[in-house]
T-cell receptor, first 115, second 116 residues
Framework: AQKVTQAQTEISVVEKEDVTLDCVYE???????LFWYKQPPSGELVFLIR????DEQNEISGRYSWNFQKSTSSFNFTITASQVVDSAVYFC????????????WGAGTKLIIKP | DTEVTQTPKHLVMGMTNKKSLKCEQH?????MYWYKQKAKKPPELMFV???????INESVPSRFSPECPNSSLLNLHLHALQPEDSALYLC???????????????FGPGTRLTVL
């Protein structure tokens, strides 16, 4: 079975706190792609990152960082020094070349940053 | 320019109306997608066009009719919709390529559709 689990339905933190959004995936394929998208209240889905299964290097982009661990099938997303503008729903997704890169979505985590 | 545009932003229609949603991208992407998203849910795939040909139809009712006039444009024609079809409709595009190409999807801002 191919599946993405985002167990955290909603997270609420105070501004400037660090927060980690969890993503666990299931697949037996050896080649796959993982993504994070941000969906603010306006509705547009914003692409944040793609990680290929053969590249376990972690990535940092400003206040955002991603930790990809194949051993635990996890692709977690950390926001450092959170800001109110980070409030959004965040989706983790999985895709495969064989299925024309259709996205298998997690349920999403709603992140609320309080001022 | 990683931009996908969608018009209109909002649409209210009656169950007997015919309307169309439009999506446009100028990134040279050859795969384009329509999604439907209900509140508090992830997007649901409706249709995929690859090189202007319909490659995936996720058992969508015939009251939704997609069209890809050229590589930059994607339309979704709506007819005799039901109130339960009210949702956010998202368009996305992706650069087609091999295993090592960029395969992320870029989304438009969506059309919020209300069916009365």
């Amino acid at each position: 079975a191919q599946k993405v689990t985002q167990a955290q339905t909603e997270i609420s933190v105070v501004e400037k706190e660090d927060v980690t959004l969890d993503c666990v995936y299931e697949t037996r394929d050896t080649t796959y792609y993982l993504f994070w998208y941000k969906q603010p209240p306006s509705g547009e889905l914003v692409f944040l990152i793609r990680r290929n299964s053969f590249d376990e290097q972690n990535e940092i982009s400003g206040r955002y960082s991603w930790n990809f661990q194949k051993s635990t099938s996890s692709f977690n997303f950390t926001i450092t020094a959170s800001q109110v503008v980070d409030s959004a729903v965040y989706f983790c997704a999985l895709s495969f070349m064989d299925s024309n890169y259709q996205l298998i979505w997690g349920a999403g985590t709603k992140l609320i940053i309080k001022p | 320019d990683t931009e996908v545009t969608q018009t209109p932003k909002h649409l209210v229609m009656g169950m007997t109306n015919k309307k169309s949603l439009k999506c446009e991208q100028h990134m040279g992407h050859r795969a384009m997608y329509w999604y439907k998203q209900k509140a508090k849910k992830p997007p649901e795939l409706m249709f995929v066009y690859s090189y202007e040909k319909l490659s995936i139809n996720e058992s969508v009712p015939s009251r939704f009719s997609p069209e890809c006039p050229n590589s930059s444009l994607l339309n979704l024609h709506l007819h005799a919709l039901q109130p339960e079809d009210s949702a956010l409709y998202l368009c996305a595009s992706r650069a087609s390529g091999g295993q090592f190409s960029y395969n992320e999807q870029f989304f438009g801002p969506g059309t919020r559709l209300t069916v009365l």
